[in-house]
Each structure stands twice: as structure tokens, then as C-alpha cells.
């Protein structure tokens, strides 16, 4: 669809995708392939090592950047992608938090390679209880996260995330365009999809090449929905019906609150339930040309 709308109005494609933005993953990112790619200019895909950090803020500042560009060579930016939080930021802001140091978060890291999540957990308990109090004690990445910014900056997370939301924003006007087909046949493709990436697509050796670069197994990219799964399937400690079933499930349940963020945040979004390009494309063409002509006048 989004192909579809860059060709129609002379667009770009611009990833809102947080695992999109890192190569070595097309397959299980589900990320455009080449022929997509060539069929319409893409920014943002693939950009990043998947040893990089790319936080919410840094993919704002990339985004907003590719935006200012489309506008100066009079192309029309299209944000295209799964990751809410992201959309929300770019629109809303977000609370500013300083750098973190490669000492602290090198050294969390190490320590929590070494000792476990347990050790993280409680000591960020002390520091800021009440993100600890939200926060699972296996979500290593959050864990993480929540400690190093109190450490750093003396502050816990939780109240840098109360504070006033900041920084630059997308501030031009746009047009909300959000797909919610009927749930089962979106359940039934997501199935598919796998079973296409893992059979054919070539999901497990992107995977194995992952695992032979032995990253940091809290970076996000180890995160990727399947990574995990296919990982412990290499290493011999699930079998692949396993590994693929829990895919899905994980797939459907990310879907489902993919949906319900759609529906709580972009209440403003002209929504389609279509299951076909030719159709999405009579139902959005014509808000879009509408939208379009509303700038000019």
C-alpha cells in the first residue's frame, strides 16, 4: 500500500518500523524486500548495525531529518510501520533524557550478563521502585534501560517520563491512514507469513548469522519478535514446531495490541478493513488527493 501511494503522488517511503531499521533481519522483520524497495524510494531501512542502539528519540531526529528532506525535493513522506510508541513521539514529543555513557551502560550490561536479571531487578528496586514495580523480571531491555538512566543522571526513569513532553515534533500537517482487517483472516496471513519465512524465506540462516556475531543479548535487535525463539531452536533447546508455534502466538498477541493502539490513539486515522491493495487504494486514494489539494489552497 505504501508502494502504491509513493508511486500515485510522488512519494517516499519512510520507515516506522523499530526492527526495520537494523540489516541483517529483512526475512524476519518482514522487512520490504529488494524488488519492493526498487519499486519506490525507501529511507530508513536497514540502516543501522545490528550491534547499534536506536532508541525512540534517535529515530525521531532520523525521521524527522528524512521528512525536512522529502519536503525540499517536493516528495511527499510516507511513515510507514508497527511501532506506536514511535508515531506517538514523532507527533507528541518525548521527555528529553541525557546520553548515557558507554561506562555505565557497557557496565550494566557486563553486570547483568554475569549475575542475571536479578541483581538488575533489585537494584534498580532501591533506585526507582516504582518503575521496578512495572517492569517483569525478564524484560532484560527495560530492566536495562531503567537503571542506566537513574545511574547516569540521578533521576529514575519514571519521573523523567512524567515530566513534560519535549523536543522537536512533526509539526506539518498530516493525514492518518491505518489498515484493521478482520482478525482472523489478519491471524490466518500472520501464520502464513511464517511458515513462508521459516520454509523458504530464509528466517533461520538470518538467525544462525545473528548468533555468529555473539552480540549483546540485551541489544534490541536479539529482541526481534522470532529471534529468540529461532535462537533457542538452534541451540537445540526447542524443537522447530515449538519454535514456529510460539511465533505465531506471539506474532497473533502483537497484532491484536498493534489494533488497540490504533484504535485508542489514532481515533483521528481514516481505518480500512479491506484485504486487497485494489481496494485499499479506491478507499485511500481518494482522502489522500483530498488532502493533497487542502495543501495547496
Excluded at 73 to 100: M, N, Q, R, S
Excluded at 214 to 233: I, W
Aim: hydrophobic share 45%; with cysteine; charged share 30%.
Amino acid at each position: 500500500m505504501a508502494v502504491a501511494i509513493a508511486n500515485e503522488f510522488d512519494g517516499v517511503v519512510i520507515n516506522g518500523d523499530s526492527m526495520q531499521v537494523y540489516s541483517g533481519l529483512r526475512v524476519i522483520t518482514a522487512r520490504p524486500d529488494e524488488t519492493e524497495e526498487a519499486a519506490a524510494p525507501h529511507r530508513l531501512y536497514g540502516v543501522l548495525e545490528p550491534d547499534d542502539f536506536c532508541s525512540a528519540a534517535r529515530w525521531r531526529d532520523m525521521a524527522l531529518a528524512e521528512v525536512a528532506r522529502c519536503h525540499a525535493e517536493g516528495k511527499l513522506p510516507i511513515i510507514v510501520g508497527g511501532t506506536g510508541l514511535y508515531f506517538e513521539i514523532l507527533t507528541k514529543g518525548i521527555a528529553e533524557i541525557p546520553a548515557i555513557s558507554d561506562a555505565v551502560r557497557t557496565g550494566l550490561r557486563d553486570l547483568q550478563a554475569r549475575d542475571g536479571n536479578q541483581v538488575i531487578y533489585d537494584r534498580l528496586l532501591a533506585k526507582d521502585p516504582d518503575m521496578a514495580a512495572r517492569l517483569n523480571l525478564g524484560d532484560t531491555q527495560r530492566l536495562l534501560r531503567a537503571l542506566e538512566v537513574v545511574e547516569e543522571t540521578g533521576t529514575p526513569l519514571s519521573v523523567w517520563q512524567a515530566r513534560a513532553e519535549e523536543g522537536p515534533v512533526l509539526d506539518c500537517p498530516r493525514l492518518w491512514l491505518a489498515l484493521l482487517p478482520e482478525r482472523q483472516w489478519l491471524y490466518d496471513r500472520c501464520n502464513r507469513r511464517l511458515d513462508w519465512m521459516v520454509d523458504e524465506g530464509g528466517a533461520i540462516e538470518e538467525v544462525r548469522d545473528l548468533m555468529a556475531r555473539n552480540l549483546d543479548p540485551s541489544l534490541p535487535v536479539m529482541k526481534a519478535l522470532g529471534v529468540p525463539e529461532l535462537a533457542a531452536y538452534l541451540a537445540g533447546e526447542l524443537d522447530r514446531d515449538d519454535a514456529v508455534d510460539r511465533i505465531k502466538m506471539l506474532t497473533r498477541r502483537y497484532a491484536k495490541r498493534q489494533m488497540t493502539w490504533v484504535r485508542n490513539k489514532m481515533s483521528e486515522a481514516q481505518t480500512s478493513s479491506a484485504q486487497d491493495l485494489e481496494s485499499l487504494k479506491s478507499e485511500f486514494f481518494p482522502f489522500i488527493r483530498h488532502f493533497l489539494l487542502t495543501l495547496e489552497t
